[in-house]
């Protein structure tokens, strides 16, 4: 358990205060960029933006998600990190454990607070605003394991950022389509299975993370 | 320090449709130290990286009793931390050993940034992170890289302080170093 605390500590540290936290402070400045677009784009209709809001704070989160990808298990791969860990016997979905929650920890707090005055910006009311926030943290955990997965899969590779980001998309759907899809039916079912989603993504990204970074290897 | 041992048996090595070394084998028992010698591209790194199980081989076995610590090209200290924070970092991991930092003269640069040493700094800074993980084995890949004259002296004390308490060390390298006992092998004999 120690060990985990002090991967963690240490994911943290380089993700919220080292050279890493463009990879924390950047999606959430993209997430309010897309939501005071969004006015802009489709005028100033009242009815129109709070019927659309909703949705359109789902597709910038799950955008946003993207782009710290190349910093997330890139970096340490080149410090040849895991190599390290492994010859102390920690094993690499151990690390990715750590690195998935500390990368929740760094992005989900902040972009449930900024979807605030987001949906001040496409004008939703507070009812749609709620489901929204609960959507969000039943879909955030899904999207930071299926970032650290993706960055696993693709670190190493020329182009791999790019890449990161059309993997990504296909396989939010889901989380998008029961997330975004609550909005419409206002009801518990959408958020139950966001959340389901989400558990399956964190249960599988810790042992598929650490295979791909094993078989990176060579 | 207890006891360890590093034996292989006819190890051979593929990268790519090329074999690199086959018909290696190796015996080192506590206080044991040896180089591997050979040129660039003969197999060195890929026989360190096998021998710490990182890489599976082409054949053969390997067989480890006590732990493995590993110094490659990359220092595994994060660039943006002091050095004494990155170093913090995997103390904390390996529990409170043996301090070498003031021994790699690296007491002054606690405060600087790991990407603002020089070379040199870095892999001494990277023996350290090695030697304070206070595991028996040691293996050495080109750990004289970017080290100066006095640098090279405190890699052959250190290595020779290790197997005086009974450590293995094997030192990759294609320049000369001073091991005790002298002991090296050559790659070249092995190619296949």
């Known amino acids: ?218 | 320090m207890q006891e360890c041992r590093l034996t292989a048996r006819d190890l051979a090595c593929r990268r790519g449709d090329r074999l690199l070394f086959r018909g290696l084998a190796l015996d080192l028992a506590s206080g044991a130290a040896l180089q591997v010698r050979g040129a660039n591209g003969t197999g060195k790194s890929s026989l360190i990286r096998i021998l710490a199980g990182l890489l599976t081989p082409f054949a053969g076995s390997v067989e480890r009793s006590g732990a493995m610590a590993l110094l490659d090209e990359r220092p595994a200290l994060d660039p943006a931390l002091p050095l004494a924070k990155a170093l913090a970092f995997w103390q904390r991991l390996d529990g409170p050993v043996e301090n070498h930092a003031a021994q790699l003269g690296l007491l002054p640069l606690a405060e600087v940034p790991v990407r603002y040493l020089s070379t040199g700094q870095k892999k001494r800074a990277a023996l350290a992170r090695m030697a304070g993980q206070g595991a028996p084995i040691w293996l050495l890949d080109e750990p004289l890289n970017g080290l100066d004259t006095r640098g090279v002296a405190l890699v052959e004390e250190l290595v020779a302080q290790h197997c005086a308490q009974g450590g293995i060390a094997l030192v990759a390298s294609h320049q000369p170093i001073t091991l005790p006992g002298g002991a090296a092998i050559d790659l070249v004999d092995f190619a296949a």
């Open chain 1, 1 to 218: 358990m120690s060990v985990f605390l002090s991967l963690l500590r240490r994911d943290l540290g380089l993700l919220l205060g080292g050279e890493r936290r463009g990879a924390t402070l950047l999606p959430i400045l993209f997430f309010l960029a897309v939501a005071m677009l969004y006015p802009f784009a489709v005028g100033p209709d009242a009815p129109v933006l709070a019927r659309t809001g909703g949705g359109v704070l789902w597709i910038a989160a799950l955008l946003a998600a993207i782009l710290p990808l190349d910093r997330l298990v890139e970096p340490d791969l080149e410090l040849g990190l895991f190599d390290q860990l492994a010859l102390r016997g920690i094993s690499e979905e151990l690390a990715m454990t750590a690195r998935m929650v500390a990368h929740w920890l760094s992005f989900a707090p902040a972009l449930l607070l900024a979807a605030l005055p987001a949906s001040a910006l496409v004008g939703i009311d507070a009812a749609t605003l709620k489901t929204v926030e609960l959507g969000l943290l039943a879909g955030t955990p899904g999207l930071a394991a299926l970032g650290v997965l993706v960055a696993a899969l693709t670190a190493g590779l020329r182009g791999g950022a790019a890449l990161g980001g059309l993997l990504v998309i296909p396989l939010a759907v889901p989380l998008l389509v029961f997330g975004a899809g609550s909005l419409a039916t206002g009801g518990e079912a959408g958020l139950a299975l966001t959340a389901a989603c989400s558990l399956v993504l964190v249960a599988i990204t810790p042992f598929a993370a650490g295979a791909a970074i094993r078989s990176g290897r060579g």
